[in-house]
């Protein structure tokens, strides 16, 4: 083990070393019941009962019950001692750890965050202010117990102490020499809970990235190898505690066998019967419960505190060539490896790697998007390292694979209903939509009314319980991923930006783009300050130093390049000013796709040719002219946003 939790454990003796002794006696008040018990059951039964004398026995008994009491305002005042013991160790430990957190962070700033210290501070400081207490309690209570009890042995006849010093003397040398491996395979516990909550940190932070790459079974995989590990470690301490109960058998129960197997030899020596009953008090009473303390203490809270120590201590010594700590495995590695697919995200958690297959990152619904974390699969696009390929040897029709083609963009809802657990609510009930080809629909309603679940169903993305989505003719169901992917584009409101160059972002939805198209997109979509501001195409991008707007235009040049026939922005330009959100919308509204915009905005619906205003399972279509007329809640909605109605008229 680290030799420094002894240093600290002994630094901080010497420092409370006025609290240490006000907690030693009050030990001393409580180990009274301890030192007397077993002499007063001898005066007792010899003085007492056996010589016929019933009043006197019950008198010593009677003095037995007052040492108890005075053991129990020992015990009282000796907890309360604790405190003034455990609560500044505690102040310590919480500066060392964030000392070490805040150092480790400023040294490495490119690097995810340091959850690992996250959890020393919060959980591993609490078990060793809880374990630092219960060791401190235990090992002063056996001291004092002992010697107690020892010295009451010695008073009731000095050859009772044969019985119990030489197994007492076994058990905690047993103890101790197992104490070493114990404390080891703690520590591999420790840091197997560790490696876990980095690994689940870094898998909750790039979830997208994982989906994005298709890495699901490479997590899987890993983190349930973190798991199993811990497992296994933990099945070695278990194994290796039942030492303890060895122990505790050698030394508290061999010593009450001992003293009734050698009763015989004892009474024919002159011990007398109340000094061999007193002698089985003692030890029953006194060392047992003591020494149990004292083995399930430090064989557990114990090597909790030095296991804890240790990594605290190391979390605080600052190491510049890297992370420290146990779990630096596929997590903690910076560079690039394309086949560990679940690396972090940047500190924004926007970014990742170059996704492989073509498939765009699950995004979880933030903010304005109802359900459960739906994984939003934009529009399928090849691989730009496949892009040499010949496009009619990687299409499903040259494989043998080919299903219906939707003709074009006209969407189709029949009876839909949807709920997100058979016995909840319907979130859509018996919805009949259609849209003919190159329709602009707005969807409104109030947050949580439903627009985010509409546009995942009609984006194949969620299934209808009831009812069927049509996308050119064809049930959205019934279309292979990639012919799906190749006839939508869905955006959600958290946009997806991966670390890589900026026109790898922009292509990766048509990676065979002309330059003199990729500039068309981006001036429709009204990108073109943050190219510049980025340094052209081929600049790097870091989409930590993107604020939330700059990577919602990244992700509508990237939705506008590609011909799918549908296009579906779920609050995709929430992060826009008015101006921006209105020229983004206009760039797709001119093309001849099929529109849907989930409105942030109710300017949106302005510039739509039909409204769908969603209310729960209700919903009201029309143009915005009869809506005002005919819907009470589009009105409400309208009168939210006058002022911005007016100046969508203005313009």
């Not at 004398?53 to 009491?69: E, I, K, T």
């Amino acid at each position: 083990m680290n030799p420094a939790p002894g240093a600290l454990l002994r630094s901080t003796l010497r420092t409370r070393r006025r609290e240490f002794v006000r907690l030693t006696w009050w030990s001393l008040v409580e180990a009274v019941p301890a030192l007397l018990s077993g002499w007063l059951v001898a005066r007792a039964v010899d003085d007492g009962f056996l010589a016929g004398r019933s009043a006197a026995g019950l008198g010593w008994l009677g003095l037995l019950a007052a040492a108890v009491l005075v053991g129990a305002w020992g015990t009282r005042h000796a907890t309360l001692q604790l405190a003034a013991v455990v609560e500044p160790f505690r102040d310590e430990l919480v500066t060392l750890a964030t000392t070490g957190t805040l150092h480790r962070s400023s040294l490495h700033a490119g690097r995810p965050a340091d959850t690992a210290g996250v959890a020393r501070l919060t959980e591993q400081v609490e078990i060793a202010r809880e374990s630092y207490g219960a060791v401190v309690m235990f090992v002063q209570s056996f001291a004092v117990t002992t010697v107690s009890v020892l010295l009451g042995l010695a008073a009731l006849d000095p050859a009772l102490l044969l019985f119990v010093v030489p197994p007492l003397l076994a058990g905690l040398t047993l103890f101790l020499l197992a104490l070493r491996a114990m404390a080891a395979r703690q520590r591999a516990v420790v840091l197997a809970d560790e490696a876990i909550a980095e690994q689940v940190s870094t898998v909750a932070g790039g979830l997208r990235d994982v989906t994005a790459c298709g890495a699901e079974d490479v997590v899987r995989r890993r983190v349930g190898a973190r798991i199993d590990e811990a497992a296994s470690a933990a099945r070695a301490l278990a194994r290796l505690t039942a030492l303890r109960t060895a122990a505790l058998g050698v030394g508290g129960w061999l010593p009450i066998v001992l003293i009734l197997a050698g009763a015989p030899w004892l009474v024919r020596s002159g011990v007398t019967a109340g000094a061999i009953l007193g002698a089985l008090t003692y030890v029953a009473q006194g060392l047992q419960p003591a020494l149990r303390g004292f083995v399930q203490g430090l064989g557990g809270s114990g090597l909790w505190l030095l296991v804890t120590l240790g990594r605290i201590l190391e979390a605080a010594e600052v190491r510049g060539a890297g992370r420290e700590g146990p779990a630096a495995g596929w997590g903690a590695s910076t560079a690039p490896d394309p086949a560990a697919a679940s690396r972090s995200p940047e500190a924004s958690g926007h970014a990742g790697p170059r996704p492989k297959d073509g498939r765009v990152a699950a995004e979880v619904g933030g903010a304005g998007q109802e359900g459960p974390a739906a994984a939003w699969g934009a529009s399928t696009a090849p691989d730009p390292a496949a892009a040499a390929t010949p496009a009619a040897s990687r299409s499903p029709e040259a494989s043998g694979h080919a299903g219906p083609r939707p003709k074009d963009g006209r969407v189709e809802l029949r009876g839909v209903t949807f709920g997100y657990a058979p016995s909840a609510e319907p979130v859509l009930q018996s919805l009949d939509l259609s849209l003919a080809p190159g329709t602009h629909l707005a969807v409104v309603g109030p947050s949580g009314a439903g627009k985010s679940t509409l546009a995942a169903l009609i984006a194949g993305v969620l299934e209808p319980q009831v009812g069927q989505v049509r996308l050119g003719g064809v049930p959205v169901r019934t279309l292979d991923p990639g012919r799906l992917g190749r006839s939508r584009v869905l955006i959600p409101q958290e946009a997806y930006v991966f670390a890589d160059t900026l026109r790898e972002n922009l292509t990766y939805l048509l990676p065979t783009a002309t330059r003199p198209t990729l500039d068309a997109a981006v001036h429709a979509i009204g990108a073109d300050p943050l190219v510049e501001r980025l340094g052209g195409y081929d600049a790097p991008v870091n989409p930590a130093l993107l604020s939330a707007g700059e990577r919602q235009l990244i992700a509508l040049v990237r939705a506008l390049l590609p011909p799918a026939p549908l296009v579906l922005l779920d609050e995709a330009t929430c992060h826009l000013d008015p101006a921006a959100e209105a020229v983004a919308e206009r760039a797709f509204a001119s093309r001849r796709s099929t529109l849907i915009v989930c409105a942030h905005r109710i300017s949106s619906a302005l510039r739509a040719d039909l409204v769908l205003v969603m209310d729960g399972p209700r919903c009201t279509l029309g143009t915005h002219d009869q809506l005002l007329a005919d819907c009470a809640l589009y009105r409400d909605l309208i009168g939210h946003w006058d002022q911005a109605t007016a100046d969508v008229r203005r313009g």
